[in-house]
């Protein structure tokens, strides 16, 4: 390496050290270690990484690192005897060390990525605790199951269908990888709601709630709009914004699965969802500032799991019945049927489809929107049938607007 070479990788690791020390030197004032401790070991790293390259023995970087871990539990013992316990700081030290050991050896954007991954859980030590403490131990336990099944279920299943048509498409690997799609959605958005607090106001439960299920929205909003009646422009709000989010999670759900489904569906899909943004925004507008709460249970259940697996195969093997023995007309038919209950399986089973080429992606496209319509006609009955007067008056508009968007526009794709 040339000597401006060895500099610039010298000056990352002082650049980390400094970065993540000063996170320390704010957060906790006092401590053994602060700005010139976490600089100086950053460049003991990268010194002890050069010394290693120079003399071509790995036993250098030991002996450094042996050195520093040593003087580390040393900070660490004198702070336990003083009443400090806890290895937070003594850990990032570690890291430091090693971001310092990895930027002398070329891999610069690795370091960078350590040093700010270190910095922000420092400094998120607080949010973390907030969250911990709004968790119960239901919520562990999902979370847990989660892991199991996208790191241990999902790797293991077979990825080859079941003889032939329509049981080709039926592929235990591509089932399960839906669930643990549709899972993560509804984790993240309970998990948002977990933490953001559903008192902070009924628009921010429309938006989180329409993640774990809008439908389960415009069910508790319509008939809470019956008992309080003069905030009914609120509840229209939440409902509207919830829906709105359940056309940016198809769209989400269509792109991880087939890029070019969603580049044909985009259109009438955003169109609809452009038309709750504008209602959602004119009824902010109008809505009373009153905050209410609406309780979501963890989305996340082995039986509603393995319960959405056989769904979405049922659905899966059933449009391509569908479609081989009635063409494009069965598989708008199974669209609608399936829209009633349920979008995501529909969804991932057009996209699914349209990616193996089972289906043109134009019908996929076409059928897709179809669902969206027809769950959106649903939650529209349910509004009209348990919601208030001024409810239903409020959502109507939203509704046409979104049905006639959809329906009109699926027509160019």
């Known amino acids: 390496m040339d000597l401006g070479t060895v ?23 006092g401590s053994f270690a602060g700005v ?29 690192s042996a050195v520093v871990g040593g003087l580390i539990w040393l900070g660490y013992y004198s702070g336990a005897a003083g009443g400090r316990p806890g290895l937070t700081t003594e850990m990032a030290l570690v890291g430091v060390f090693i971001a310092g050991a990895l930027c002398e050896r070329g891999e610069l954007p690795l370091a960078a990525a350590l040093g700010v991954a270190i910095t922000v859980l420092l400094s998120l030590k607080l949010e973390f605790k907030r969250l911990v403490a709004k968790l119960s131990r239901d919520d562990i ?20 269908g079941f ?11 591509n089932v399960w990888l839906m669930v643990v799609l549709i899972s993560g959605i509804g ?10 607090g559903p008192r902070r106001g009924i628009g921010i439960t429309g938006l989180l709630g329409g993640l774990v299920s809008s439908t389960a929205v415009t069910l508790s909003f319509a008939a809470r709009s019956r008992e309080a009646p003069a905030i009914s422009k609120a509840f229209a709000f939440a409902i509207s914004l919830s829906w709105t989010v359940m056309f940016a999670r198809m769209l ?4 991880v699965v087939n890029v070019a489904l969603l580049g044909r569906a985009w259109l009438p899909i955003l169109a609809a969802g452009a038309v709750g943004i504008l209602s959602s925004w004119t009824l902010l507008r109008r809505a009373e500032k009153r905050r209410e709460e609406v309780e979501f249970t963890s989305p996340f259940e082995l039986s509603a799991a393995v319960k959405f697996a ?16 009635l063409g494009d007309v069965g598989i708008y038919l199974a669209s609608v049927v399936s829209g009633v209950a349920d979008v995501d399986a529909i969804t991932l089973t057009l996209a699914r489809l349209s990616l193996s080429g089972d289906v043109a992606s134009s019908t996929a496209a076409r059928a897709m929107v179809l669902a969206a319509m027809a769950n959106t006609a649903v939650k529209g009955g349910i509004v009209m049938v348990l919601g208030s007067p001024v409810l239903r008056r409020s959502l109507i508009p939203t509704l046409s607007g979104m049905l006639l968007t959809g329906v009109a526009l699926s027509f160019l794709v």
């Open 7 to 29: 500099f610039a990788r010298f000056g990352l690791a002082l650049a980390i050290g400094l970065w993540v020390g000063l996170q320390r030197e704010y957060a906790q004032a």
């Open 163 to 173: 003889g032939p048509p329509p049981w080709n498409v039926l592929s235990p690997r």
């Open 252 to 255: 989400v759900e269509a792109g």
């Open 310 to 325: 056989l769904l979405y195969a049922t659905i899966l093997v059933g449009a391509r019945a569908a479609q081989l023995y």
């Open 187 to 196: 984790f993240a958005g309970y998990m948002g709601v977990k933490f953001a």
């Open 36 to 64: 010139r401790t976490f600089s100086l070991v950053a460049l003991i790293g990268a010194g002890a990484s050069y010394l290693a390259s120079l003399f071509a023995s790995p036993w250098v970087l030991v002996g450094i």
């Open 141 to 160: 336990v999902a979370l847990l199951k989660f892991a199991v099944i996208s790191a241990i279920v999902l790797p293991v299943l077979p990825s080859q």
